[in-house]
C-alpha cells in the first residue's frame, strides 16, 4: 500500500489530481484499490469533503474520518492497494488508515504527534 496526499481548495483542483495520478503513474492505475478522501472549505466557507472506497467496502468512509478527527484542511488523500493473494480482513482498515495517516504527516497536513 502507499499513499498519495496533495493540497486542493476546490473541487477542479481533487479531478485534476486523481486524474494525474490514476491516468499518468501506470503503476497507480494498475491498483487493486485506489480509495480516496478529501476535504476542504469551498469559496462560501462551507465545508466540502467526500470518499470513494473503489470496490474496498468502507475504506473511503475510514480515510474521511480519518481527516476529519485529525483536523486535515485543504487535503486530498488516496491510498493504493494491490492484492497479494492473502485475505487481509479487518485488518486491512488498520493498515489503509496507517498509510494515509504517514502520507498526511509527511505532507506537513497533520501533526505527527
Known amino acids: 500500500m502507499i499513499a498519495h496526499v496533495c493540497e486542493v481548495k476546490c473541487i477542479e483542483h481533487v479531478h485534476w489530481a486523481l486524474a494525474e ?12 484499490h485506489n480509495m480516496f478522501a478529501y476535504r476542504f472549505h469551498g469559496d462560501d466557507s462551507t465545508l466540502v469533503h467526500d470518499n ?6 468502507g475504506s473511503g468512509a475510514k480515510l474521511a474520518s480519518l481527516l476529519e478527527l485529525s483536523g486535515a484542511e485543504n487535503v486530498l488523500v488516496v ?5 497479494g493473494g492473502q485475505l487481509l480482513g479487518p485488518a486491512r482498515f488498520k493498515w ?7 502520507g ?6 497533520i501533526n505527527g504527534d
Do not use: C, H
Request: no cysteine.
Open 21 to 32: 495520478l490514476l491516468f499518468n503513474d501506470k503503476k497507480v492505475a494498475k491498483a487493486t
Open 52 to 57: 470513494d472506497d473503489d470496490g474496498e467496502k
Open 79 to 83: 491510498v493504493s492497494r494491490w492484492y
Open 96 to 102: 489503509i488508515a496507517g498509510v494515509a495517516r504517514t
Open 104 to 109: 498526511l504527516v509527511q505532507g506537513g497536513f
